[in-house]
């Protein structure tokens, strides 16, 4: 049976749907004002992973990713760049996909934009005033009264009484209480506004998912996922409003992965060590960025380094080169055999990847020793579910690589070899060895075998 570490309540826990078969997850997404950065691609491949895993299991699965399109960020960037909000968030929403489809995330099933669910944020923030959790201020902002839910922290476990001594929060004379946010934002000149019964304005930020979770899953729903930066204040403000305004369990089972950390320090522009997903991309090929992110258990810290991602180019190189030459046999999965059911196990202990992995090494070895079609199969099969190994071996090892070798085409290595064939049959093996060290020079490594010479990009 699956077991989810439930961060609400701080166990793993076995996981039980509301309805029998059927999923309801959804996932903070991205704010879409620049391009993509390592702590989103951390987001989209671990759930990527859960979804697959799930409908693996045998689930129905509806996967909800949403797309921030109104906030104060896009809406500073848009003046920066003299351009729409419109134009701006196309823009990098059509760049997000392009660098999930690289990552080869899938599509979640449904991706609700913030802006067209204005409505059904407005009537969630009348229900909350109704219920005594907000407030309308004299300046046209509602505002939540933390203080009216009783519960408030439970999933940050931070008290009322912790967070008033000892966490910095605006001083805003329009509130009650200075821990009190906001829900809707009076307009403000030449910003974009809506209706509403408090007059023109535009949502919070952290009303649009308790919007839109409610009207895609139910005011009930099953998973709700996002970076551990999210649990306070984002989700648990979630939280507070869904329950305040509905009187009922929100979620059943919140997962959050854990930040990215670049050579051991915490990844932002400040410290000068931000990298986008695209930046990545220049350097290392898009599987290899994914199976870095999977080979670590999505709750811990992922320390993201030239050498943490060459060992994982290197790692994938190791499953790649076990399935060359080997014609994978298309298997019928046996979850009785033996390393499938180690998979299985791995996989059901709240997505345990790097597990999963090595499972797929251990397949790795047998491959080498047996040349096995049917191991082959089993091994492309079981790395297909992270979203792994599906590419042709060759493809994979002999394709262009960006981290330096681009300089010889496929034709140029090719014709190296056949040079330092002729050299060797000659009998001129100073030469045979000049070729080699030049291909070595390039990070084209060569295998000499009974068959011939094969290459790879190292």
Not at 79 to 92: D, H, K
Not at 146 to 165: C, H, I, T
Not at 287 to 297: H, K, N, T
Not at 312 to 319: G, I, M, N, P, S
Request: proline share 3%; net charge negative; charged share 25%.
């Amino acid at each position: 049976m699956l077991k989810i570490y439930n961060s609400i309540a701080r166990e793993k826990q076995q996981f039980t749907p509301i309805v029998a078969g059927k999923v309801s997850m959804y996932v903070c997404g991205m704010t879409v004002y620049d391009y993509c950065h390592l702590g989103h691609a951390r987001v989209m491949v671990v759930f990527d992973m859960v979804n697959r895993w799930l409908r693996q299991s045998g689930y129905a699965v509806t996967y909800v990713r949403n797309i921030t399109d109104i906030d104060d960020k896009i809406i500073a960037r848009a003046n920066e760049n003299g351009e729409t909000i419109t134009a701006l968030t196309n823009r990098f929403i059509t760049a997000m996909d392009e660098d999930s489809a690289r990552l080869g995330v899938m599509r979640p099933d449904i991706e609700p934009r913030a802006t067209d669910y204005i409505a059904e944020m407005i009537n969630m923030i009348t229900a909350l005033i109704n219920n005594q959790h907000a407030y309308a201020a004299d300046n046209g902002d509602v505002y939540y009264s933390v203080s009216s839910f009783a519960s408030y922290g439970k999933l940050s476990g931070k008290s009322l009484e912790d967070l008033r001594a000892g966490e910095r929060v605006d001083i805003d004379q329009h509130k009650r209480d200075p821990l009190d946010f906001v829900l809707w934002k009076s307009a403000k000149p030449n910003e974009p506004s809506w209706d509403s019964p408090w007059g023109p304005g535009r949502p919070g930020w952290h009303i649009e998912c308790s919007a839109m979770g409610e009207k895609q899953l139910g005011k009930h729903f099953d998973i709700h996922g996002g970076g551990q930066d999210l649990q306070f204040p984002h989700h648990e403000n979630e939280i507070a409003q869904s329950e305040g305004a509905h009187g009922c369990t929100f979620v059943n089972y919140w997962m959050h992965n854990g930040f990215i950390r670049v050579d051991d320090e915490k990844m932002s522009k400040s410290l000068g060590n931000f990298f986008t997903i695209r930046q990545v991309l220049e350097q290392y090929d898009a599987e290899v960025v994914r199976f870095f992110i999977l080979r670590a258990q999505y709750r811990s810290p992922l320390n993201y380094s030239d050498h943490h991602l060459n060992d994982a180019k290197q790692a994938l190189t190791r499953l790649y080169t076990a399935l060359r030459g080997v014609e994978a046999e298309a298997v019928e999965l046996d979850w009785q055999q033996a390393h499938a059911a180690r998979f299985q196990q791995a996989m059901n202990d709240d997505f345990n990847t790097p597990e999963a992995c090595a499972v797929l090494f251990e397949l790795a070895t047998e491959v080498n020793r047996s040349g096995s079609a049917q191991l082959a199969g089993l091994l492309k099969t079981l790395a297909g579910m992270l979203g792994l190994l599906q590419r042709d071996a060759e493809e994979f090892l002999q394709g262009k690589d960006d981290g330096g070798s681009e300089g010889l085409s496929a034709e140029d290595i090719r014709s190296l070899i056949d040079q330092r064939l002729a050299a060797k049959q000659a009998k001129n093996y100073a030469e045979a060895d000049r070729l080699r060290a030049l291909l070595t020079a390039q990070d084209i490594i060569l295998e000499d075998t009974p068959a011939g010479t094969t290459w790879r990009r190292g």
